[in-house]
């Protein structure tokens, strides 16, 4: 599967911006998909994910603010995120993998399949 991210862009602290993450393909509604963010300077960490299933987790930072959903008939995956804060500043990246089990969902080696990122600044 491929995957193209689109949506991020410069926003004032407190505002939103939804993320989305198109997938070439026919077996959309077969992945997990979920969204990573790298900070500058630091490692890639989890931000949610929802399963086939259409379960969700989130990251601790971003519960409340932040949803993750999926249209299999659009073969889309969305990140609406309210409410941002100039730490929410990001390359955000979309990721997909078949057999993921809740164990690992956090873990980015476990995906098999990454979009390209797009950038999210939030100023304050």
């Known amino acids: 599967v491929q995957l193209q991210a689109s949506g991020g862009g410069l926003v004032q602290a407190g505002g939103s911006l939804r993320l989305s993450c198109a997938a070439s393909?026919?077996?959309?509604?077969?992945?997990?998909m979920a969204w990573f963010r790298q900070p500058p300077g630091k490692e890639r960490e989890f931000v949610a994910c929802?399963?086939?299933?259409?379960?969700?987790y989130y990251t601790d930072s971003v519960k409340g603010r932040f949803t993750i959903s999926r249209d299999n008939a659009k073969n889309t995956v969305y990140l609406q995120m309210n409410s941002l804060k100039p730490e929410d500043t990001a390359v955000y990246y979309c990721?997909?993998?078949?057999?993921?089990?809740?164990?690992?969902?956090?873990?980015?080696?476990?995906?098999?399949?990454w979009g390209q990122g797009t950038q999210v600044t939030v100023s304050s």
């Open positions: 393909g026919h077996t959309f509604s077969s992945y997990h």
């Open positions: 929802v399963s086939r299933g259409r379960s969700t």
């Open positions: 990721a997909a993998d078949r057999s993921i089990i809740v164990s690992y969902y956090r873990d980015p080696h476990k995906y098999d399949y």
